[in-house]
């Protein structure tokens, strides 16, 4: 089992940037690919970013590629997302997910393990 815990919630003005967090106490999160997800007011839970294992290949949706970063931490428990020129359209509960598959994984299908998400609300 794998507990993930998120941080780095808060609100923001629309253009600033935010950076959030992914941790785990129990063991290092180096043998698991790493997933941000996020899910806005009334619709459903859409991939972000995703890293694999080594850190070396990362993924991003359309929405986010050119202003959000993921990046494993040098401690091998913890994962961040680089939020930066952020939209309103940005506002959701963001939920970093873990899996054990090979690679950069974009379906949260194959994410074993989820946090309990963090808000971000970003205002124009």
């Known amino acids: 089992q794998v507990h993930l815990e998120e941080s780095g919630a808060g609100s923001v003005q629309a253009g600033g940037t935010r950076r959030l967090s992914c941790a785990t106490r129990?063991?290092?999160?180096?043998?698991?690919?790493m997933g941000w997800f996020r899910q806005a007011l009334g619709k459903e839970r859409e991939f972000v970013a995703a890293v694999d294992w080594s850190g070396g290949s990362t993924g991003y949706a359309d929405s986010v590629k050119g202003r959000f970063t993921i990046s494993r931490g040098n401690a091998k428990n913890t994962v961040y997302l680089q939020m930066n020129s952020l939209r309103p359209e940005d506002t959701a509960v963001y939920y970093c997910?873990?899996?054990?598959?090979?690679?950069?994984?974009?379906?949260?299908?194959?994410?074993?393990?989820w946090g309990q998400g963090t808000s971000v609300t970003v205002s124009s």
């Open positions: 997910a873990a899996t054990l598959a090979p690679g950069v994984i974009y379906n949260r299908q194959e994410y074993e393990y």
């Open positions: 129990e063991r290092n999160l180096s043998s698991y690919g």
